[in-house]
């Protein structure tokens, strides 16, 4: 009780937003916070020694502090590199999350692989969060989590990470039809990706392959637009309602500076008539 | 009180004036010592043996079809059967609504039909000239004996209400086993009982290879010199090594009962031997085979030991042990031969499905074929050929398999453990005779090492828990770095990481340090069964072995630890205690 009370002494509120326990990937990232005042020293003996109600406390209101409480993320790793009960493992992991610092990924990272799904799902959550090499890394390992959601959430994570290098991964995941690897990879891909990722057009369930094609036909970069006309023909060449539906989709997020060609294919194919494939201004 | 009439009253006072022991099947008769069974067996010894022909008759839809062995011409008889056809000699009994029918085993061509009203097939014997068929009632009633000519010409019938077995002829006699002790000889020509047998062997089949004459059920009589001791059990007797078998196959089934026309397991599961008194263990080949379905399994008459095995492409209906080799008769149509060590020596095609099939193949010698594999290959194939619906078959030869020393034995354990084709009872019965293995570690460590696919649909993961036990035993430190990735891994089963973190408690090197670290700060304080609880003591025995110092610090902060788990705790204080 007296730790707890005293506790509340350690975090010291002194500008910025709390940050709220999103698991995605912000779209735009926020004003960097200014850090908040830390008693490490007291934090580092809840954090050590601290009943379990103790140490909860003090994550959540490291949590509620967000990448303002960045300073005491090498204490909350440390916590997660001893180990602890599943609800303050969690919390870590919150935490860390929170904190967004790419140290926090090593020991992160061995979490994915936990006997429990709700350590592992946070874990993989985390790391989207925390970034770098080490979360690429896990998260490609997360590919092949016997848990479901730790490789939807792997799969997408890569491609909110901008991991290019695992594509290939990505791709060897497509079997599972349970991911989000089509996106992602729709995100990552190289035009000989790209391609082949629309060769499997036909071969998969559309409803697991549709969320990957306004992404590829809207990439700002990286795609050929001549390879997004092909795209265009091959999805009108369907004829399905879905296929119609995401070149409608494509025709309405369609950026203004993009090549009208490609605004003038989607109008065409909607109408059903073959695409013109030449590639132009 | 058995009661047997005369159906041909004329006759009677023929048959009383022939015979020494009485009235046929007569119940006042006194045991004569085997004296009217030894004067008969030395009359028979001038007689020419019955003749014999080998073929397979299958059952189908509309009717009969048969192949002869000796590469003759398939033929059909356009009449369905209500019983099992009988093969006796040169010809091909069956029933059907109330009639006998006795077809050219070689071409099928009708010989004679006989009315049996109410009656069907239950067995018959044939001497050359004459045919004796043992006909069973079909409502509660008297069973016939009847004795026919080429002709077709009815020479005897008697009734009895007693059941009577199935009988054998050689030189105008009938043999017929009743009342499970007795084998009536009957003249077929007269009707008279010539002599008779008592036997403390079970009896209700009297069966005639290569012109020898065999008495019995579960083991046979041979009718020789010393056949007068039978009522002692000094006759001479063969019988094979009686064993467990999948699906409990018997060989002779009892002789008294009605035969049924079976497509069930029964007729699936069945032993076919051939006694033949000239081979050590008095069976053709010194072997008989059991079937289960699919499986074809030989095995030493003697010992009882197994001696090959076979999966087969479709259930097997029917077979015999021919005098050198075996044949057996696939529902699909098929007819496969096998020479005595189990090589194939060649089949034939009925043509068609079939409801049923028997096989006389006793004077058939069958040249070699080709040779198969050692035994821990065949017994492989087998295994995994099999479908899931064989598991009684496939856990029986995994039985036989772990008896083997071979090394690859490991390799197929290891592969029926994580195929997901097979039934889990064989899977669980893989997994605990690789636990036990002393050889095959390196078809250990490359299961171990092979990724894991979790999206494949036939493998499962691997059974780490019975290698990491068995690489454990045999010391081998390769594993060590390969268990302690499966210990991490969320895929290996719980009862299998309690077995990987036993195993590196013995095994592991500072190599490990890593992932044991990892796992003792995962589990420590979030293991909340007890075999988890096992596996991080058993963890924490390794870091305090092999960690120094700091393995053992880490320990016994966490005995301290008040978020670690009660039970780890308990568990872990006495091991850095002191």
């Known amino acids: 009780m007296r730790r707890s009370l005293t506790w509340l002494a350690l975090v010291v509120v002194t500008a910025g937003p709390a940050y709220a326990g999103d698991d995605r990937p912000a779209k735009k990232a926020p004003a960097a916070p200014a850090p908040a005042k830390l008693d490490l020293k007291k934090l580092a003996q809840v954090l050590e020694n601290g009943s379990e109600g103790e140490i909860l406390s003090a994550l959540a209101e490291l949590t509620a502090q967000g990448p303002a409480a960045a300073g005491a993320a090498p204490l909350v790793n440390g916590l997660l590199v001893r180990g602890s009960s599943v609800k303050v493992v969690i919390a870590a992991l919150d935490a860390v999350a929170a904190f967004g610092t790419e140290s926090s990924s090593e020991p992160v990272a061995p979490y994915v692989q936990h006997r429990r799904p709700e350590i592992r799902q946070a874990a993989a959550r985390t790391l989207v969060r925390t970034k770098g090499p080490s979360a690429v890394r896990a998260l490609r390992r997360g590919l092949k989590n016997p848990d479901p959601e730790v490789r939807r959430t792997a799969a997408a994570g890569l491609g909110a990470l901008n991991a290019t290098e695992a594509v290939d991964d990505l791709f060897d995941s497509l079997g599972d039809e349970t991911g989000t690897a089509p996106k992602s990879i729709a995100a990552l891909c190289n035009p000989a990706q790209c391609d082949r990722l629309m060769g499997y057009v036909g071969k998969l369930p559309f409803e697991f392959l549709e969320p990957c094609f306004v992404t590829l036909i809207l990439r700002p970069s990286g795609v050929p637009d001549i390879n997004k006309l092909r795209y265009i023909d091959r999805l009108r060449k369907l004829a399905t309602k879905s296929a119609s539906n995401v070149l409608q989709t494509a025709l309405a997020d369609l950026p203004a500076n993009a090549n009208p060609k490609l605004k003038e294919a989607l109008e065409t194919a909607l109408k059903g008539r073959p695409v013109k494939l030449e590639e132009g201004k | 009180m058995r009661r047997l009439l005369w159906l041909l009253a004329p006759l009677w006072s023929i048959a009383c004036a022939s015979t020494p022991v009485g009235p046929a099947f007569n119940t006042e008769w006194q045991n004569d010592q085997g004296a009217s069974m030894i004067e008969i067996e030395r009359q028979l010894r001038g007689t020419p043996p019955p003749p014999a022909f080998d073929v397979v008759v299958g059952l189908t839809a509309d009717g009969i079809v048969g192949l002869p062995l000796d590469g003759g011409q398939r033929w059909s008889y356009p009449k369905t059967s209500d019983s099992p056809p009988v093969i006796a000699g040169e010809l091909v009994l069956f029933s059907s609504n109330g009639e006998l029918f006795a077809l050219d085993a070689r071409s099928g061509k009708l010989l004679w039909e006989i009315g049996i009203p109410g009656h069907r097939l239950r067995g018959a014997g044939d001497d050359g000239k004459l045919t004796v068929a043992s006909l069973g009632s079909l409502e509660p009633g008297e069973d016939w004996l009847v004795t026919v000519d080429r002709s077709g010409s009815v020479k005897e019938k008697l009734s009895s209400e007693k059941p009577l077995g199935r009988p054998a002829a050689r030189g105008g006699l009938a043999f017929v086993p009743w009342s499970g002790q007795y084998v009536s000889v009957i003249d077929m020509n007269t009707g008279a009982e010539r002599g008779r047998l008592l036997t403390r062997e079970l009896v209700s089949h009297a069966l005639t290879v290569g012109g020898e004459i065999y008495f019995g059920e579960k083991g046979v009589l041979h009718l020789d010199e010393r056949i007068r001791y039978a009522s002692t059990q000094q006759a001479n007797r063969a019988s094979f090594a009686e064993r467990e078998l999948p699906g409990k196959p018997k060989w002779l089934e009892p002789g008294e009962s009605l035969p049924e026309l079976d497509m069930g397991a029964r007729a699936k599961t069945r032993i076919y031997a051939t006694p033949k008194f000239s081979e050590k263990t008095r069976f053709a080949s010194d072997r008989f085979i059991s079937t289960y379905f699919q499986a074809l399994m030989a095995f030493d008459a003697g010992s009882g030991e197994l001696s090959w095995a076979r999966a087969v492409p479709a259930d097997i209906l029917g077979g015999d042990a021919a005098s050198s080799g075996f044949v057996v008769c696939l529902i699909n149509g098929k007819v496969l031969r096998f020479d005595a060590e189990g090589g194939e020596a060649g089949s034939l095609d009925l043509g068609t499905h079939l409801r049923g099939c028997v096989v006389e193949a006793s004077t058939l010698n069958i040249p070699k074929g080709e040779a198969l594999p050692p035994k821990a290959a065949q017994l492989s194939t087998a295994i995994t050929t099999l479908g899931p619906d064989m598991a009684t078959a496939q856990l029986f030869l995994l039985a036989e398999l772990g008896k083997l020393e071979d090394a690859s034995v490991t390799k197929t354990l290891i592969e029926v453990a994580m195929s997901s084709r097979m039934a889990p009872s064989v899977r669980n019965e893989a997994r605990r ?22 999206m494949s649909p036939s493998k499962l993961p691997a059974p780490v828990g019975p290698l990491a036990d068995a690489l454990a035993a045999m010391g081998e430190r390769r594993a060590a770095p390969l268990l302690a990735k499966h210990l991490n891994d969320p895929a290996t089963a719980i009862e299998d990481v309690v077995r990987a973190a036993k195993a590196l408690s013995v095994l592991a090197t500072t190599e490990e340090l890593p992932s044991l670290r990892t796992f003792f700060a995962l589990y420590r304080a979030t293991a909340d069964d007890p075999p988890l609880v096992q596996a991080v003591v058993s963890v924490a025995q390794a870091l305090v072995k092999i960690g120094g110092s700091d393995g053992r610090a880490l320990v016994q902060r966490a005995a301290k630890d008040p978020m670690t788990q009660p039970d780890v705790a308990a568990a872990i204080g006495p091991l850095v205690s002191g």
């Open chain 2, 433 to 454: 005779l690789l636990a036990s293995r002393k050889n095959g570690a390196e078809f250990m460590l490359a299961a171990l090492e092979a990724p894991f696919d979790f």
